[in-house]
């Protein structure tokens, strides 16, 4: 794999973040909810060279990205799309944050499942699965315990950052979402991954790869 498709997908995330933070909803939200970004984007360039990741798990990264950044310059709870799809299904909420915490589960569930192998930290696809899963639900986790302390924090100024739109089971069906996320992108995925894995080994590109074809 070039550098051109990481390349042409950080450029496109950077163009989304800077048209977000041209007047967003509310400034502090925005860089609260926009702040992964800017901490994976230069992670990923600096380590481009010496572990390029999956053209699949590059793609789910960039999509995450723009999820993330739309929910920082609108808020998660005034999304248009949310609107629309609340209209659609007939729903009580704007279920747009739903979409945020199921890739908060998809897309670390895979670059855990990606380090694991690639790393040979597993040889086992069943065991660099569950764990995928539990990093998963630990990063969703260690999310809502930030959402506390924001809410400890700042006060009422933290509700648009919270975005619980008045559900008491917010944090819950959050943390079931980012669940679910883990689970399908295991399965919808899997395949796709270990295979582009196993392309890099070819390349040189990784210290080994399972020769199992279970995803």
């Known amino acids: 794999m070039t550098a051109r498709l990481p390349l042409a997908l950080g450029t496109l995330v950077l163009l989304v973040l800077a048209w977000s933070a041209i007047a967003p909803f509310d400034r502090l939200t925005w860089f609260m909810e926009t702040l992964p970004v800017f901490i994976a984007l230069p992670v990923l360039g600096v380590t481009y060279r010496r572990f390029p990741l999956t053209t699949v798990l590059y793609w789910l990264i960039a999509f995450h990205a723009v ?9 998660y709870a005034n999304v248009p799309a949310g609107f629309w799809v609340k209209e659609w ?3 009580a909420r704007n279920p747009y944050d739903k979409l945020g915490h199921f890739m908060q589960g998809l897309v ?27 990093v998963a639900l630990a990063v969703s986790a260690v999310y809502e315990l930030i959402e506390w302390a924001a809410a400890l924090a700042l006060g009422q100024g933290a509700d ?15 943390m079931f979402l980012a669940l679910l996320g883990s689970l ?31 995803a």
């Open 67 to 75: 999820v993330l950044i739309i929910g920082g310059a609108y808020t």
């Open 89 to 91: 299904l007939g729903l």
């Open 108 to 134: 670390p569930a895979l670059v855990a499942r990606e380090i694991l192998l690639r790393l040979g930290y597993l040889k086992s696809l069943a065991m660099a699965a569950f764990l995928s899963i539990c």
């Open 160 to 174: 648009e950052f919270l975005g619980t739109q008045g559900d008491v089971w917010d944090t819950q069906s959050d």
């Open 184 to 214: 399908g992108g295991l399965m919808l995925f899997g395949r796709l991954q270990l295979a582009q894995i196993r392309q890099l080994a070819a390349s040189g590109g990784v210290i080994d790869a399972p020769q199992s074809t279970v």
